[in-house]
């Protein structure tokens, strides 16, 4: 019977919902009457005073006393071996609802009973830290969850949680320590995700303009994940802001040559650090190569910007209008105007503004980016999805209206 019971209360089915504040006097019922079974024989006496007591929960509920009803149906449910899988489910199921006031006042009721099982209290406690996570008390759920961890149990339930509290906190340095005790985080390589939190670090070390413990966290994220591509883009902006031009075009080119995807986040940086080096020629073979390994419009853009300034504008659009055959972009056309514009007077001019205004708003409040696992759109390149918080899943939108 409390099979059932914890059974309906863990169900998830719409029909839940409606049916949820029946089921919960029901439940208590059940509950007491397992506890009284296994009594073996409940005295006359204490029957009557549960009996009034269910009255007055039942009475509580239909006057929309939802509270008061919960503390009587809780009072009911005697605590025993029996009866702990009942609370536990209840209060699992108020934290789905997201009641997790009420979730807290369950799991908090069953954790301060002293008949537990050592297993029961861990089940207890593992329930309250994720209350405790929703309701956003970050140090409490931290607290118990550290317990179950010093006590080697719920392992497998525990580290993502408190990993998922570090990552929300952006406490890197403890989510690396709890992510090294893991294989997997979700579907993606804990070492992967690991060279992520050193990048953050990196990250952080050099806002705080300590380059050399910027340098050292790469190195530590490269050791984690040796095609982190993020840690080498890293470096590539340390060294162009250090004005080594050269080991920023080497750092770049790695960053391309382990996800081309982010081809389109160097490119500006790429032509800044040739013009520095009077090399931009050199950037021209680059991009060839580039364009025939990339779908997307934006090294061709480069290029024709290369094109513009060394053989001028109409040599730049007649280049892009070649390409906008074989990789049709609203981006391309909106450049294949501007160049268009500028040997234009007249009617003609007037014409081609009016297509510019076009492609403008085409492309305005249009995502740029794209979470490969759960289709999440941005203007930003997030390296952890705040859809799905994968960590290297958002790359640019290919496509008319994208790259
Ligand atoms: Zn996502």
Known sequence: MAFLF????????????????LLLPIAALGGWLVAARSAGKAGSCADSMLGSEYIKGLNYLLNEQQDKAIDVFIRMLEVNSDTVETYLALGNLFRKRGEVDRAIRIHQNLVARTN????????????LGQDYMKAGLFDRAEGLFRELIESNVHLSSVLPLL????????????????????GFVGEQSARAVIAQFYCELAENARA???IDEALRLLDKASEYNPHCA???????QIARQKGDYQAALTA??????RDIELLPEILDDMEECHAALNSTHAMIPYLQKSISQYAGISPVLALAGIISREQGDQQAADYIAGELGKRPSVRGLARFIDLNLSGCSGSARDNLLILKNMT????ENKPVYKCNDCGFTGKTLHWQCPGCKHWNSIKPI?????E
Do not use: C
């Open 230 to 236: 993020r840690a080498s883009l890293i470096r590539g």
């Open 6 to 21: 914890v059974t309906l209360l863990r169900g998830s089915h719409p029909l839940m919902e409606s049916w949820f504040w």
């Open 208 to 210: 705080r303009v300590k």
């Open 252 to 257: 770049y080119e790695q960053v391309v040559g």
């Open 360 to 363: 403008d708003q085409l492309l």
């Open 116 to 127: 537990l099982s050592n297993e029961q209290r861990t089940d207890a406690l593992l329930e």
């Open 398 to 402: 290919h496509g008319v209206e994208g």
């Open 163 to 182: 990993l998922d509290i570090y990552q929300q906190e952006k406490d890197w340095g403890n989510a690396i320590a709890i992510a090294e005790q893991m």
